[in-house]
């Protein structure tokens, strides 16, 4: 099993930028591919950005590719997003989750963070 923990929301004027992290318990950090998910008020949650076990494979949702970046530290069993030239619309919860498939679909994921709140002003 894996426990994420999110840190590094806040608030941020439109164009700024944000690094979440994602600190995830267990010793089986390097066995599971990890996302970032994300929740505006009165919305679904949508997929943000996945990393595969080996950081080899990233994949993002149109929406923030080019201004998002994923990563992960295995030493440190972190997960990373950088976030730049951030709009708006950009303004969520931000979850971070776990599994061990490869995959942008939320419904698969067993593993979740509590969420950490970014917002952008305008």
């Known amino acids: 099993q894996v426990q994420p923990v999110e840190s590094g929301g806040g608030l941020v004027q439109s164009g700024g930028s944000l690094r979440l992290s994602c600190a995830a318990s267990?010793?089986?950090?390097?066995?599971?591919?990890m996302a970032w998910f994300r929740q505006a008020p009165g919305k679904d949650r949508e997929f943000v950005a996945v990393i595969s076990q080996t950081g080899g494979r990233t994949y993002y949702a149109d929406s923030v590719l080019g201004r998002f970046t994923i990563s992960r530290d295995s030493a440190k069993n972190t997960v990373y997003l950088q976030m730049n030239s951030l709009k708006p619309q950009d303004t969520a919860i931000y979850y971070c989750a776990a599994d061990p498939i490869l995959t942008r679909d939320h419904a698969r994921y067993d593993y979740w963070g509590q969420g950490t709140q970014v917002t952008v002003s305008s």
């Open positions: 267990g010793r089986t950090f390097n066995s599971y591919a």
